[in-house]
């Protein structure tokens, strides 16, 4: 990335925190380029690395374990400005010459932050102020040269400071949204302290990963799978954006899409940025290969195998193409263990070895999204001129519909699936959108985040104008959640569940009834199969 190169960024070194992520959100969201290091990187390789300022997370651990994490000595000898979050201040402090010990009671949750004289860090924020807390440990002595700049009724040293030395800690969490200034303190250290311009903006990087595509890729051409998912249109916009037509999209359309799906993409990708694209017709194919399969690993398996099957096949009708495009982000590369320090070499496992390369073919992969958290990938699609309804299109399980047709996939099914399916995300669409114009923000508490139709395998009787019905039910699935790892169903108000389910028996075939599934996750999963 430029941004490395140019030193215009922040590396955070991560002790495991429960919020290490959120440290680098927060600094990009202030326009600097963040990165995350593991804890353990020596300081020669951040010194080869050249950032700007370094952050120490928070982390599970206490200093006192004999296998505590620490940090390379050397790191705050580089002259380079560091500043610690709860372990991080614990760190440095017994590293430094200070000392840490157990408070009377761990103190989590809201605290009254009381400001102690002058501070570097703090300036911008007010004597008293609401800070995140989550530790037991606390430092109880600062080292030499350091000054105590706050405490709260439980914690002497809730932050302490050594201008000097340009080294700055809090034992509370500035990241976390609940601490009332957190920003302000992030943007102290950042333009104050650190002297960076807040430079990191979408255009600036669209700019800076076209010219690193175009460095990459040269004259080669590139191939892409475009599922019409956000990450795979945006790295479509991308790559377009920076080779043109050396990219060549495929797009394999199994026919478990959701409705309207195939003809978005065929709409954004070939009529709007004019992408050579091609549309694979596989439904039939699919229809065939899932005939009679009711077991949903199986399912799964058969689609997620003919996938790449069907793709490579018309890979291989294209000359010279040397290049294959992915949409790995970086909550991708951070869980997969794998990390990218600028001082090691490339220790990213990437995802090669999903992709399962038929025997004599081999692309190289270029992973443009793969420094990005997902809303910036959504920033950056916007920037990049793609619609918001494909920028911020909910999940979609790759083997489509199917996983949501329980039992045999047929026809029949697939169509009464596909328009249940529209009704309930057009009226949930709606809904989101009236909380959004209320709240201004996108994902509300009380919006949903995840909205379905499922086909559970039975029928049931009903009663349509004085004439029984033996038809299928529809589920409503609805759900709230954030990162997809726990979810709760959406306590969406009745008139809204209402309107869902009289459009549903009115206006599908086949369908007499409404179900909607009120069960978290755990013990359920979000989807039925
Ligand atoms: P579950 O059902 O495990 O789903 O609670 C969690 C999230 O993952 C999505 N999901 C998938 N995504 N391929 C995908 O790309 C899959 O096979 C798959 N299965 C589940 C699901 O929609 C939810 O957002």
Same mark, same amino acid.
């Given at each position: ?57 928070? @982390? ?13 000595? @050397? ?22 010459? @200070? ?25 911008? =924020? ?43 800690? =809090? ?46 890729? @040269? ?54 940025? &004019? ?145 249940? &399916? ?108």
């Amino acid at each position: 990335m430029a941004a490395e190169n140019s030193g215009q960024f922040v590396a955070v070194l991560d002790f495991g925190a429960q919020y290490g992520q959120l440290i680098a959100r927060r600094v990009r969201d202030l326009h600097v380029y963040s990165t995350i290091v593991p804890c353990d990187i020596t300081a020669d390789e951040l010194a080869a690395m050249g950032p700007a300022a370094v952050i120490l997370s928070g @982390g599970p651990a206490s200093v006192y374990c004999e296998d505590a994490p620490r940090v390379d000595p @050397g790191v705050f000898e580089l002259g380079i400005p560091v500043l610690g979050f709860c372990y991080g201040q614990q760190i440095m402090a017994a590293q430094l010459g @200070g000392e840490v010990g157990h408070t009377q009671k761990g103190e989590y949750g809201p605290a009254t932050l009381v400001r102690d004289g002058t501070s570097m860090l703090l300036a911008d =924020t007010p004597s008293e102020q609401t800070v995140w807390m989550s530790h037991r440990d606390a430092v109880t002595r600062v080292p030499e040269g350091f000054r105590v700049t706050a405490h709260t009724e439980t914690c002497p040293v809730a932050a302490m400071e050594c201008p000097r030395r340009r080294l700055f800690a =809090t034992q509370f969490h500035p990241e976390v949204r609940h601490t009332t200034y957190g920003n302000q303190m992030l943007a102290a250290f950042l333009f104050h302290i650190c002297g960076l311009e807040p430079t990191w903006t979408m255009d600036s990087l669209v700019d800076e990963l076209v010219a690193d595509i175009r460095a990459q890729i @040269g004259t080669s051409s590139v191939i892409l799978a475009l599922s019409g998912g956000v990450d795979s249109s945006v790295v479509a916009a991308l790559v377009h954006r920076a080779v043109g037509d050396q990219l060549t999209c495929v797009f394999v359309n199994h026919g478990m899409l959701r409705a309207g799906e195939p003809e978005l993409v065929e709409k954004v990708f070939r009529k709007q940025f &004019d992408v050579p694209l091609v549309h694979v017709h596989a439904e039939e194919r699919y229809a065939m290969l899932l005939a009679g399969v009711t077991d949903p690993e199986e399912k799964r398996r058969r689609i997620g195998t003919e996938f790449w099957k069907v793709f490579f096949e018309e890979a291989e009708k294209l000359d010279g193409v040397e290049y294959l495009a992915q949409g790995t982000i970086y909550p991708d590369v951070i869980e997969s263990g794998a990390r990218k320090t600028g001082g090691k070499a490339s220790t990213i496992k990437s995802h090669h070895n999903l992709i399962p390369f038929p025997p004599g073919v081999h692309f190289d992969l270029i992973e443009p999204l793969d420094h990005l958290f997902k809303d910036e990938v959504r920033a950056l699609g916007l920037a990049l001129g793609l619609p918001e309804t494909m920028v911020y299109r909910q999940p979609f399980p790759g083997p489509g519909l199917a996983i949501r047709i329980i039992g045999e996939v047929t026809p029949e099914k697939l169509a009464i699936l596909k328009a249940a &399916d529209a009704i309930v995300r057009e009226e949930l669409d709606a809904y989101n959108a009236r909380l959004f114009e209320q709240t201004g923000e996108r994902n509300s508490e009380h919006s949903c985040w995840q909205y379905f139709a499922v086909l559970p395998d039975i029928r049931s009787v009903g009663v349509m104008g004085d004439e029984r019905t033996y038809a299928r039910p529809v589920i409503v699935r609805a759900v709230e959640s954030s990162d997809a790892m726990t979810a709760d169903w959406a306590k969406l108000p009745y008139e809204v569940l209402s309107g869902i389910s009289s459009r549903i028996v009115a206006e599908v075939p086949g369908v007499n009834r409404v179900a909607y599934d009120i069960t978290p996750k755990p013990p359920a999963t979000i989807e039925w199969e």
